[in-house]
């Protein structure tokens, strides 16, 4: 299995709501991360996990609230976002941290109500 | 700001045709990648130049690196319809856990 699964594919929710995005790759992979990417733009990197540790966090706002329950899985809560944080949110993994191509999913799209 | 920096923003060529895209960046990098972005999609991984390689080849990609001045080109010979796509750079900078920085990205359109 050489891809990155992502659910849900597309996700409308009000400023009051709380879910989740999940991603999951069984390659095996040990690093794992979360973009953010606007229309016309370029993925920006939210979150990396290293071995199930956060290991980097991009000053992303605390309504995002990464989790990392196993090697295989990644989650992303949200809670309380905004109309600005509408986007597709692209969940990726590579098999280190160091100096490798990263595999992405296809994403989610999150409309913020 | 971003790392990298790519031109054209768009590009459309016919069918048949080279495309060439360009990426600047700023600091030391580790390696360069190239990868493509159909419409609302995933990103694919096309090809990673260490910053100690000056060319690479894979199928119908070239990337070049010229480390000195801090840019590649990114090369995609006897174009398709299917290349159609955004192509982004991500640089890797020299220190620290794996950070990738993506240029703004050209938007190719192959037409028929």
């Known amino acids: 299995d050489t891809e990155v699964t992502q659910t849900p594919k597309h996700l409308v929710m009000g400023m009051t709501n709380k879910k989740s995005l999940k991603c999951e790759q069984h390659?095996?992979?040990?690093?794992m991360y979360w973009y953010k990417q606007k229309a016309k733009k370029p993925p920006e990197l939210m979150f990396v996990?290293?071995?199930?540790?956060?290991?980097i966090n991009e000053s992303v706002p605390s309504r995002f609230s990464p989790e990392c329950p196993n090697s295989s899985l990644l989650n992303l809560h949200l809670h309380a976002l905004q109309p600005e944080d509408s986007a597709l949110y692209l969940c990726a993994s590579s098999p280190g941290t160091l100096r490798s191509e990263q595999f992405f999913g296809p994403g989610t799209r999150l409309t913020v109500l | 700001s971003q790392q990298g920096e790519e031109d054209p923003q768009a590009l459309s060529i016919q069918e048949g045709e080279n495309a060439t895209m360009n990426c600047s960046y700023k600091?030391?990098?580790?390696?360069l990648q190239w990868y493509r972005q159909n419409s609302g999609r995933g990103l694919v991984h096309l090809i990673l130049i260490r910053s100690n390689e000056r060319e690479k080849h894979s199928g119908r990609l070239r990337v070049t690196l010229d480390t000195s001045k801090k840019s590649s080109s990114l090369l995609i010979t006897a174009s398709r319809a299917a290349d159609t796509a955004s192509y982004f750079c991500?640089?890797?900078?020299?220190?620290?856990?794996?950070?990738?920085?993506f240029g703004q990205g050209t938007r190719l359109t192959i037409n028929p």
């Open positions: 991500a640089t890797d900078r020299m220190w620290g856990a794996q950070k990738l920085v």
């Open positions: 996990y290293s071995y199930e540790k956060l290991s």
């Open positions: 390659m095996g992979h040990r690093a």
């Open positions: 600091t030391s990098i580790n390696n």
